[in-house]
């Protein structure tokens, strides 16, 4: 089987890209109009910022538009709940409703899906690829959105979530699993533990494709899988409330933008696009009726990376992700933003100081908050912990220190990504 060559769309993804900017600003001038017709806050913001659907004839006219910040979609829900004025159709029509940290409630609408499709046919999957999908299904949109983009594939789904490395390590084995999704570090760990139970990966294992995403892939990280299981690993880049935003081809080099919304890299400070090359923040006009983002602020860094591709796909492509513009923080693949942390030290008024501290050790994430408290006990540690996961949706360690630097930082992110 050709996992290398081919393309799910042959006559769009090879259509030059000017063409595919016609037909994006199409698009886009029929989601403006249905947006100011439709929701609320939409018409609010163009209101005041002094512009109608008819100024946004094209891509080059979105700049006319503020950018809407993620963190800024909690504070605008938390307003006018559920969804602050951005749903743009009726409740009814809804066909699902997924909440992200913050909180964010993100509407899903008939018909309307997250586009992996296209990335991971790129990466390699082929229609009859048995796949694991270790991505939770628990209220985030991410196990859903895989699960519907394989299935679409023809690619049989075992919807295997996160954890059990030993059980992902035997429905591998006896149904001989061809494709995983999930995060990188963790099939290395599936891999690690396949050794512990004495099976190769390599040679036991007929794992063949891998796609990842939702957190960065340093070259060390993705060597180590490639070695342990001899397979092809392609990564892409989206949010819960976009969905697909860039893939890596067969090529590499760059992850090229999707053709199912308008990708802008802007300066974070005044929302304008910077020239091709630099770095900014990725934002993006999602093409969706039921809820409609226009020019929203996804808070990564990256840049448009100049040339073509051998692959014969014509969209441009981001040279991955370069950092973040903002205080939210991905950490084992979710979003810790200071607010959250805020919240839950608000029920422990023995504790005078926090901060959150991450760090990377084997290709696995940490994450330590260090707490300045009155009473220091295994039980007080035990309940912070526990508010942690239940807030955060992912394990904390407590640690006790006298005192904390002078800096206002609520979150410190140590990685590096060498």
Same mark, same amino acid.
């Given at each position: 089987?050709?996992?290398? +060559?081919?393309?799910?769309?042959?006559?769009? #993804?090879?259509?030059?890209?000017?063409?595919?900017?016609?037909?994006?600003? &199409? &698009?886009?001038?029929?989601?403006?109009?249905?947006?100011?017709?439709?929701?609320? $806050?939409?018409? &609010?913001?163009?209101? #005041?910022?002094?512009?109608?659907?008819?100024?946004?004839?094209?891509?080059?006219?979105?700049?006319?538009?503020?950018? +809407?910040?993620?963190?800024?979609?909690?504070?605008?829900?938390?307003?006018?709940?559920?969804?602050?004025? *951005?749903?743009?159709?009726?409740?009814?029509?809804?066909?699902?409703?997924?909440?992200?940290?913050?909180?964010?409630?993100?509407?899903?609408?008939?018909?309307?899906?997250?586009?992996?499709?296209?990335?991971?046919?790129?990466?390699?999957?082929?229609?009859?690829?048995?796949?694991?999908?270790?991505?939770? $299904?628990?209220?985030?949109?991410?196990?859903?959105?895989?699960?519907?983009?394989?299935?679409?594939?023809?690619?049989?789904?075992?919807?295997?979530?996160?954890?059990?490395?030993?059980?992902?390590?035997?429905?591998?084995?006896?149904?001989?699993?061809?494709?995983?999704?999930?995060?990188?570090?963790?099939?290395?760990?599936?891999?690690?533990?396949?050794?512990?139970?004495?099976?190769?990966?390599?040679? =036991?294992?007929?794992?063949?494709?891998?796609?990842?995403?939702?957190?960065? *892939?340093?070259?060390?990280?993705?060597?180590?899988?490639?070695? @342990?299981?001899?397979?092809?690993?392609?990564?892409? $880049?989206?949010?819960?409330?976009?969905?697909?935003?860039?893939?890596?081809?067969?090529?590499?080099?760059? @992850?090229?933008?999707?053709?199912?919304?308008?990708?802008?890299?802007?300066?974070?400070?005044?929302?304008?696009?910077?020239?091709?090359?630099?770095?900014?923040?990725?934002?993006?006009?999602?093409?969706?009726?039921? $809820?409609?983002?226009?020019?929203?602020?996804?808070?990564?860094?990256?840049?448009?990376?100049?040339?073509?591709?051998?692959?014969?796909?014509?969209?441009?492509?981001?040279?991955?992700?370069?950092?973040?513009?903002?205080? *939210?923080?991905?950490?084992?693949? @979710?979003?810790?933003?200071?607010?959250?942390?805020?919240?839950?030290? &608000? #029920?422990?008024?023995?504790?005078?100081?926090?901060?959150?501290?991450?760090?990377?050790?084997?290709?696995? =994430?940490?994450?330590?908050?260090?707490?300045?408290?009155?009473?220091?006990?295994?039980?007080?540690?035990?309940?912070?912990?526990?508010?942690?996961?239940?807030?955060?949706?992912?394990?904390? #360690?407590?640690?006790?220190?006298?005192?904390?630097? =002078?800096?206002?930082?609520?979150?410190?992110? +140590?990685?590096?990504?060498?």
């Amino acid at each position: 089987m050709d996992r290398t +060559t081919g393309f799910l769309n042959e006559e769009l #993804e090879t259509q030059s890209w000017e063409a595919q900017q016609e037909a994006l600003s &199409r &698009r886009l001038r029929e989601t403006v109009a249905h947006a100011y017709e439709h929701a609320p $806050y939409w018409r &609010r913001i163009m209101d #005041e910022a002094g512009v109608s659907p008819s100024d946004i004839q094209g891509v080059a006219d979105l700049p006319k538009l503020p950018v +809407t910040p993620k963190a800024k979609l909690v504070e605008i829900q938390g307003a006018e709940p559920p969804f602050g004025g *951005l749903l743009g159709m009726a409740v009814e029509r809804m066909q699902r409703v997924f909440r992200s940290p913050g909180p964010i409630y993100d509407p899903q609408g008939p018909g309307e899906g997250w586009g992996w499709e296209e990335a991971l046919f790129a990466a390699g999957f082929r229609s009859g690829d048995i796949s694991i999908n270790t991505f939770s $299904y628990h209220m985030t949109p991410a196990g859903m959105m895989f699960d519907d983009a394989l299935r679409s594939l023809g690619c049989p789904v075992v919807p295997t979530g996160v954890g059990e490395r030993e059980t992902q390590v035997e429905i591998m084995q006896r149904l001989g699993v061809k494709g995983f999704v999930g995060m990188a570090s963790f099939l290395l760990q599936i891999g690690e533990k396949a050794k512990e139970l004495g099976v190769e990966p390599r040679r =036991d294992l007929g794992l063949e494709v891998a796609f990842v995403t939702a957190e960065p *892939l340093p070259d060390s990280l993705r060597s180590s899988v490639e070695e @342990m299981f001899g397979l092809i690993l392609r990564q892409g $880049y989206g949010t819960a409330d976009c969905g697909c935003i860039a893939y890596e081809c067969f090529h590499k080099g760059g @992850m090229h933008v999707v053709n199912r919304a308008v990708v802008e890299i802007v300066d974070p400070t005044t929302g304008q696009p910077v020239p091709e090359g630099e770095t900014g923040e990725v934002v993006v006009t999602l093409f969706h009726k039921a $809820y409609p983002l226009l020019r929203f602020g996804t808070g990564d860094l990256s840049a448009f990376q100049p040339g073509g591709c051998e692959c014969g796909r014509a969209t441009p492509k981001l040279k991955g992700w370069l950092g973040r513009a903002d205080q *939210l923080v991905k950490v084992k693949g @979710m979003f810790v933003h200071p607010g959250q942390l805020q919240a839950v030290f &608000r #029920e422990f008024p023995e504790v005078e100081g926090f901060r959150a501290v991450v760090s990377r050790e084997n290709n696995r =994430d940490r994450l330590a908050v260090r707490v300045v408290s009155r009473e220091r006990s295994e039980g007080l540690a035990q309940k912070i912990a526990g508010r942690l996961r239940d807030v955060l949706r992912i394990g904390a #360690e407590v640690e006790w220190v006298d005192r904390l630097p =002078d800096d206002g930082k609520v979150i410190e992110d +140590t990685r590096t990504w060498d």
